[in-house]
């Protein structure tokens, strides 16, 4: 198989997609597939590497760092050249010219969705209703221009349940994965008697990730009496407003941490993660929090609480108050059963078990006779 995977609007904090991309890309090399990424940059460039090519193409920054490929015949150019035999698309907007030129030339197409447009648009525009009428004909607009949709957890899929149905488009979920030689238990040092409960937040400090949540939630904690201290990796937009919610809260903002060893050390010092965010799709810090043995608590819907079972964390309202409720109680369960049960959990999500449900996916289309 010849795979292209398309990954646009790729910036700075794109941290969770820039780790998918890379971890499918691996596994598809590994597995004897030729593999070709096409990600926009700041110029036209084109490597190699024993993942497979790379070509970036020249593309404007668009807010926040991020670059977005505007010129999607560009893209339809080098993949003429290349000749997959599947692209694999994540961007729902100005690729699907791309889809459409697959459909032309008999070469599969996959939609990796990985966030629904409903929560995206609602969250940046604050137009809940307005925008449901927008995204449901823009769904039925991708299900008809791609071959599969692939989703990320069952909270995703409903999305696009009703839209593929009426035209037969199959929509099939996979998990993504986590890499659990990086991501792995440390020993952590005992919290002395009359220590803070030590919790941690790791994410992009922006409002669709509900980051205001995590801290919210410490500083009921405090308020309550309970001696506490939260710490939160990640930068973004609104870190000062988070500063300001913090007030005087034991709130440390630690800013972006480069390492992946380095974070899940920080991670597994943690007695309890946060990874509140209501409308999320599946949740790459929650597994990599569980990988490191810190147990999370998240939100009792989107796609993270798929994540966490009772054994390996909690869950409750979006509300600060029903949050710190499900912190003490993970809190009170004894400390090597709460790690060893986060653990156990992440050990079910490997990224070879992701790899080998897309390699069915493509090697279907592959297999399949399109008429263009």
Not at 245 to 267: K, N, Q, W
Not at 357 to 369: E, F
């Amino acid at each position: 198989m010849r795979i292209a995977q398309l990954a646009n609007f790729i910036g700075p904090a794109s941290g969770g997609m820039k780790t998918a991309v890379a971890a499918l890309g691996e596994g598809y090399a590994a597995a004897g597939c030729r593999r070709l990424l096409v990600v926009p940059g700041p110029y036209d460039a084109r490597t190699s590497s024993p993942a497979g090519d790379v070509v970036q193409l020249r593309a404007p920054r668009v807010g926040g760092g991020y670059r977005l490929i505007v010129e999607p015949w560009r893209v339809t150019d080098v993949l003429e050249e290349w000749r997959p035999t599947s692209v694999e698309l994540s961007d729902k907007l100005t690729l699907l010219p791309v889809a459409r030129w697959a459909r032309r030339n008999g070469v599969g197409s996959v939609l990796l969705s990985h966030e629904r447009l409903s929560d995206m648009f609602a969250s940046r525009t604050g137009l809940d209703t307005a925008s449901k009428v927008s995204i449901a004909l823009l769904n039925r607009v991708l299900v008809r221009s791609v071959d599969t949709v692939v989703v990320t957890s069952r909270y995703a899929e409903r999305e696009f349940t009703r839209a593929a149905d009426q035209v037969g488009c199959p929509v099939v979920r996979v998990p993504l994965g986590v890499d659990l030689d990086t991501f792995r238990p440390h020993t952590t040092p005992p919290v002395p008697d009359g220590g803070p409960l030590r919790l941690t937040h790791v994410g992009r400090l922006s409002r669709e990730k509900s980051p205001h949540l995590a801290v919210a939630t410490a500083v009921e904690l405090h308020r309550r009496g309970v001696p506490v201290r939260l710490d939160v990796y990640g930068d973004g937009p609104h870190r000062a407003e988070l500063v300001d919610v913090a007030g005087g809260a034991p709130v440390t903002f630690h800013g972006f941490v480069e390492g992946r060893d380095d974070l899940s050390r920080r991670i597994g010092a943690a007695d309890v993660a946060l990874s509140a965010c209501p409308t999320e799709t599946f949740g790459l810090a929650v597994l990599e929090a569980l990988a490191s043995g810190t147990p999370v608590v998240t939100a009792d819907r989107g796609g993270a609480r798929e994540l966490v079972d009772a054994s390996s964390g909690g869950w409750g309202s979006p509300q600060p108050a029903a949050l710190a409720d499900a912190v003490l109680e993970v809190a009170r369960r004894p400390a090597a059963g709460r790690r060893a049960a986060a653990r156990a959990r992440a050990e079910q999500f490997p990224w070879s078990a992701t790899v080998d449900s897309l390699l069915a996916v493509h090697d279907d289309l592959a297999g399949a006779v399109r008429v263009a």
